[in-house]
């Protein structure tokens, strides 16, 4: 039974830095397309980033440069740094894990076939 577990979430002023944990298991972890998406109060869930089995990263353009995600295989656990962060980065963010190798840029949704539960960050002005 595949198991997405997130954690790191919390509360932080403008320009503070964050760093989620996605720990994996019930699954070969290092085959799979694995994403972080967000979903704020009032709006669809919305893809963040991406890492393909390769270490291929594809980045929405609005966390470009301010985000980088990360995975280490030995541990099973798949990471989200943020930096520079902004009011509007406020969501619920989900770890997520496709059935492919490749994730083709950032997936929607759809596109993904295994969820966690997510885990609030908060970002006050």
């Known amino acids: 039974q595949v198991q997405l577990v997130e954690s790191g979430g919390g509360s932080v002023q403008a320009g503070g830095s964050l760093r989620l944990s996605c720990a994996a298991s019930g699954y070969t972890y290092s085959r799979y397309c694995m994403g972080w998406f967000r979903q704020a109060p009032g709006k669809e869930r919305e893809g963040v980033a991406a890492?393909?089995?390769?270490?291929?990263?594809s980045y929405a353009d609005s966390v470009k440069g301010r985000f980088t995600i990360s995975k280490d295989n030995a541990k099973n656990t798949l990471y989200l740094q943020m930096n520079s962060l902004k009011p509007e980065d406020t969501a619920m963010y989900y770890c997520a894990a496709a059935r492919a190798a490749f994730c083709w840029g950032v997936p929607g949704t759809a596109g993904m076939d295994y969820w966690g539960k997510g885990t609030l960050v908060t970002i006050s002005s």
């Open positions: 890492l393909s089995s390769d270490g291929t990263a």
